[in-house]
C-alpha cells in the first residue's frame, strides 16, 4: 500500500490505557521492526513525524507513546491514523527483491506475453508471499505464488510469470 511518496507500515488501532499510550498494528514483515522507521501519519493532506517516546511489545499487541502525550484525550487525535515511511527512507533491496508497494499495479503476463491482469494486492502465505492479480473478464482474483518457478522476469511495467490459467 502506497500513498504517493509514502507507504503505509502500518496503523494506530485504540487507547492502551489512560496514560497516553496508542496500540498499533504493524504491516511490516517482523512487526516489531516498524519502529526502525522514521514513522509519519498522514493528516489534512501533510504528513506529520512522529516524534515517539517509547514502544512496547507485548505477546498479542504492540503499543507506542508519542512524546508529548500524557492522556487518554490528547491521543484520540492519531486513532485510525495509517502509519507511514516516506520511500526515500526505506532500506535499499538487492537484486531481484522488490517491496509489495513496487509490485502494485504492475501488469502480468504469462510466458507467451498473454495479459492475466494487474496486481491488486500481495500477501504472505507463510512460506512465500502470493500476488494478487486482477482481471475484468474474470469474477475471481487470480492468486500466483511468488516462487522462482513462476515469476521469469519483473520489469518496472510489468511482471512475467509462468501461469496458464485460463482468463
Known amino acids: 500500500m ?3 511518496n509514502h507507504v503505509i507500515v ?12 496508542l496500540t498499533i498494528r504493524s504491516f511490516t514483515k ?5 519502529f526502525k522507521y522514521d514513522l ?3 493528516s489534512n493532506n501533510e504528513y506529520i513525524k512522529i516524534d515517539l517516546e517509547e514502544f512496547n511489545i507485548m505477546p498479542k499487541k504492540i503499543i507506542m507513546k508519542v512524546k508529548g502525550y500524557n492522556d487518554i484525550e490528547s491521543t484520540s487525535f ?8 516516506a520511500k526515500e527512507n526505506l532500506p535499499k533491496t538487492k537484486k531481484d527483491e522488490y517491496y509489495w508497494h513496487e509490485l502494485i499495479g504492475l501488469n502480468v503476463m504469462n ?3 498473454r ?20 482481471n475484468d473478464e474474470r469474477k475471481d482474483d487470480i492468486y500466483i505464488p ?8 519483473i520489469t518496472t511495467t510489468y511482471i512475467q510469470v509462468r501461469w496458464d490459467n485460463e482468463i
Open 2 to 4: 502506497s500513498n504517493d
Open 10 to 21: 502500518g496503523k494506530i488501532i485504540s487507547h492502551h490505557g489512560i496514560k497516553g499510550w
Open 30 to 34: 517482523i512487526p516489531e521492526e516498524i
Open 40 to 42: 509519519n501519519i498522514l
Open 78 to 85: 492519531y486513532l485510525g491514523k495509517k502509519l507511514t515511511v
Open 111 to 113: 510466458s507467451e506475453n
Open 115 to 134: 495479459n492475466i491482469g494487474i496486481v491488486d494486492g500481495l500477501f504472505s502465505s507463510g512460506d512465500n508471499d502470493v500476488l494478487i492479480v486482477k
Open 146 to 153: 511468488c516462487t522462482k518457478a513462476n515469476i521469469i522476469k
